[in-house]
Structures are given as structure tokens and as C-alpha cells.
């Protein structure tokens, strides 16, 4: 790898107003570990060399407990706040918003904390071991100046939940493997073996299945935190009277695309993903977990684990 070791900023400052609880911390390992472990375990042996938490105000200290008791002292990991009233220059605090900016902020809220390339995922998905050392060797492969940024694709029909409808990010994608195009899709479903979702506009749209998707697995170099506070500003020009609105990183990444700023290369994703956005998704992922453990892939006590990297 060309340089120092890249950092993993972890999005961990999520409502999760459909789960019902903390699902960043919900214990699935058989050791009461949570996804947020496994990331940081496939992080490190694919060589990451520090971690930045972003969570949400007030909850610091629950996740270094957390990260004390299970991760240990096997890699530095930094914690940033996710605060409201982080805004560009000039810009001011709406007194209705109480609800956080969204992913596009999340990730300008470890701006302060990263210095070199930097992979982006969220706490509560569990996107495999090669998902972190496609986006490692990346980093490392580029050889006139700085890399690429990209992102890892997942197809479409194995990121899907039959306990309701989910919001989904379709890439599309140019014949050099750069994306083009990133459209978030939401409310999509299986119903009688066909799948659809629905514009922000409300269109309905049917889909095969096959699209690749982001499940906000990224690679970054910082060039990026100029773009996403460029595209903020535009939307808080544009939305800041919306209390509900958000700056969804798809969006931000999306404006700098159409006007040429960013290049983003796709990696195809080689492991399954795995995620929680319902209370039944607990089980199944728990299961999922378990298989894993039961094939050798992680070890029994993720604890130990650590202590031997």
C-alpha cells in the first residue's frame, strides 16, 4: 500500500426511527458483538490504520464502552460528533431542525479528523472482508498523484428485506467503470416475485433485481470534503426552511458528478451484505453471523480476535 494506512469513518449517528432502538450497538455476534465489531475486524486485517466514529451528540460515551470492552486497543479509533449547528460560514442554525443533516454532513462531519484516504460504511451493515481490501488495494494502486475516489456495488435483489419496503441508491455506471449517475430509490419491494420503488418524485418505477446499488461503501481521498461543503451550502440554500429534509451523500457526490468535479470508480462487491433497518432483520442476520463464525470467517469471541491482530 503507497502511503500511510487509510482510516475507516464509520456512520454511526443514525435514528433509526423504523428499528426502534440503537441498532449501531444491537449485540448479534455470539458474543454479544454488534456488526459495528465485524467492520472494524475486516477493516484492520485489510489494512486500515485508524477508525473515526461519527456519532450522535451525547452518545460518545456509550460507544467507547463499547469499543473498549470488545475492540480493545487493536486499532486508534477517534470519535466525532455529528452536530446540528455544524454549517458552513455565514450559515445558521433553523430553529425547527432537531432532526441531523444526513449521510452528505455525517461524512463532513470527520473532515477534522482525516487526513489521507478514508473509506466511508455504515455501523449497522455488514458489507464482508472484501469489501474493505478491494477499497485498501485501491487506495494502493494509484500511481501518477492521488486515486480515484470509488464506491463498492452490491446487486440489487441480495440487499432487499421481505419485511418492507427499503430505500436504495441506484449507480449507474460508463463503459470505463465510473459512475455516471446516482438515484436514490425508495420503498422498494419483492411482491409476487417482481420488484419496484418509487422516485422522490413518487414516479413508480419496476426493477429486475440486477441493478447495482450503494450501500454506502466508499473510498475517498479528501478532495471530496470540498465538494460535499460546496453541495451542502446549495442545499441549504434550497431546503433549510424543510425540517425533514437531509443531505443524503448520494445527492452530494450526484451535483459534483454532473458538473465533473469527482470521479468515482466502481468496484464490484464479491461478498454478501448484510443489514438491519427492521426489528425481524435481527435473526436473520444474527443467523447470518453465526454461519459465518460456524465457516471460520470470524473467530467465536470477536475479542479475542482482536487481541491477535
Same mark, same amino acid.
Given at each position: 500500500?503507497?502511503?500511510?494506512?487509510?482510516?475507516?469513518?464509520?456512520?454511526?449517528?443514525?435514528?433509526?426511527?423504523?428499528?426502534?432502538?440503537?441498532?449501531?450497538?444491537?449485540?448479534?455476534?455470539?458474543?454479544?458483538?454488534?456488526?459495528?465489531?465485524?467492520?472494524?475486524?475486516?477493516?484492520?486485517?485489510?489494512?486500515?490504520?485508524?477508525?473515526?466514529?461519527?456519532?450522535?451528540?451525547?452518545?460518545?460515551?456509550?460507544?467507547?464502552?463499547?469499543?473498549?470492552?470488545?475492540?480493545?486497543?487493536?486499532?486508534?479509533?477517534?470519535?466525532?460528533?455529528?452536530?446540528?449547528?455544524?454549517?458552513?460560514?455565514?450559515?445558521?442554525?433553523?430553529?425547527?431542525?432537531?432532526?441531523?443533516?444526513?449521510?452528505?454532513?455525517?461524512?463532513?462531519?470527520?473532515?477534522?479528523?482525516?487526513?489521507?484516504?478514508?473509506?466511508?460504511?455504515?455501523?449497522?451493515?455488514?458489507?464482508?472482508?472484501?469489501?474493505?481490501?478491494?477499497?485498501?488495494?485501491?487506495?494502493?494502486?494509484?500511481?501518477?498523484?492521488?486515486?480515484?475516489?470509488?464506491?463498492?456495488?452490491?446487486?440489487?435483489?441480495?440487499?432487499?428485506?421481505?419485511?418492507?419496503?427499503? #430505500?436504495? $441508491?441506484? =449507480? +449507474?455506471?460508463?463503459?470505463? *467503470?465510473?459512475? &455516471?449517475?446516482?438515484?436514490?430509490? @425508495? #420503498?422498494? $419491494?419483492? =411482491? +409476487?416475485?417482481?420488484?419496484? *420503488?418509487?422516485? &422522490?418524485?413518487?414516479?413508480?418505477? @419496476?426493477?429486475?433485481?440486477?441493478?447495482?446499488?450503494?450501500?454506502?461503501?466508499?473510498?475517498?481521498?479528501?478532495?471530496?470534503?470540498?465538494?460535499?461543503?460546496?453541495?451542502?451550502?446549495?442545499?441549504?440554500?434550497?431546503?433549510?426552511?424543510?425540517?425533514?429534509?437531509?443531505?443524503?451523500?448520494?445527492?452530494?457526490?450526484?451535483?459534483?458528478?454532473?458538473?465533473?468535479?469527482?470521479?468515482?470508480?466502481?468496484?464490484?462487491?464479491?461478498?454478501?451484505?448484510?443489514?438491519?433497518?427492521?426489528?425481524?432483520?435481527?435473526?436473520?442476520?444474527?443467523?447470518?453471523?453465526?454461519?459465518?463464525?460456524?465457516?471460520?470467517?470470524?473467530?467465536?469471541?470477536?475479542?479475542?480476535?482482536?487481541?491477535?491482530?
Amino acid at each position: 500500500m503507497i502511503g500511510a494506512p487509510p482510516t475507516l469513518v464509520i456512520l454511526a449517528a443514525g435514528l433509526a426511527s423504523r428499528y426502534g432502538g440503537l441498532k449501531q450497538l444491537e449485540p448479534v455476534g455470539p458474543r454479544r458483538e454488534a456488526l459495528l465489531d465485524y467492520n472494524l475486524y475486516d477493516a484492520v486485517r485489510a489494512g486500515f490504520g485508524s477508525v473515526v466514529l461519527v456519532v450522535s451528540p451525547g452518545l460518545d460515551k456509550l460507544f467507547r464502552q463499547h469499543i473498549a470492552d470488545v475492540v480493545g486497543d487493536a486499532v486508534l479509533v477517534r470519535y466525532v460528533s455529528q452536530e446540528l449547528d455544524d454549517l458552513p460560514e455565514n450559515q445558521t442554525l433553523p430553529p425547527a431542525r432537531k432532526k441531523p443533516w444526513g449521510t452528505g454532513h455525517a461524512v463532513l462531519a470527520a473532515r477534522h479528523a482525516v487526513t489521507g484516504p478514508f473509506a466511508v460504511s455504515n455501523a449497522d451493515d455488514l458489507y464482508g472482508a472484501s469489501s474493505y481490501r478491494q477499497l485498501a488495494a485501491h487506495f494502493g494502486s494509484g500511481e501518477d498523484g492521488e486515486p480515484t475516489h470509488a464506491l463498492v456495488g452490491y446487486p440489487l435483489r441480495k440487499t432487499l428485506s421481505p419485511f418492507g419496503g427499503l #430505500s436504495r $441508491c441506484i =449507480v +449507474e455506471r460508463d463503459e470505463a *467503470g465510473y459512475v &455516471v449517475q446516482l438515484t436514490e430509490l @425508495e #420503498s422498494i $419491494c419483492k =411482491v +409476487e416475485g417482481r420488484i419496484s *420503488g418509487t422516485t &422522490v418524485e413518487g414516479d413508480r418505477v @419496476e426493477l429486475t433485481g440486477d441493478e447495482l446499488v450503494s450501500m454506502n461503501a466508499w473510498g475517498f481521498t479528501p478532495t471530496v470534503f470540498t465538494e460535499l461543503e460546496r453541495q451542502f451550502s446549495v442545499f441549504l440554500r434550497d431546503c433549510a426552511d424543510d425540517a425533514s429534509a437531509e443531505f443524503l451523500l448520494s445527492a452530494g457526490l450526484n451535483g459534483s458528478i454532473g458538473r465533473g468535479a469527482l470521479q468515482i470508480t466502481v468496484l464490484q462487491a464479491r461478498d454478501q451484505w448484510f443489514g438491519m433497518t427492521f426489528p425481524e432483520d435481527r435473526d436473520r442476520v444474527r443467523q447470518a453471523i453465526a454461519n459465518l463464525v460456524a465457516q471460520g470467517v470470524y473467530p467465536e469471541d470477536l475479542r479475542e480476535g482482536f487481541n491477535q491482530l
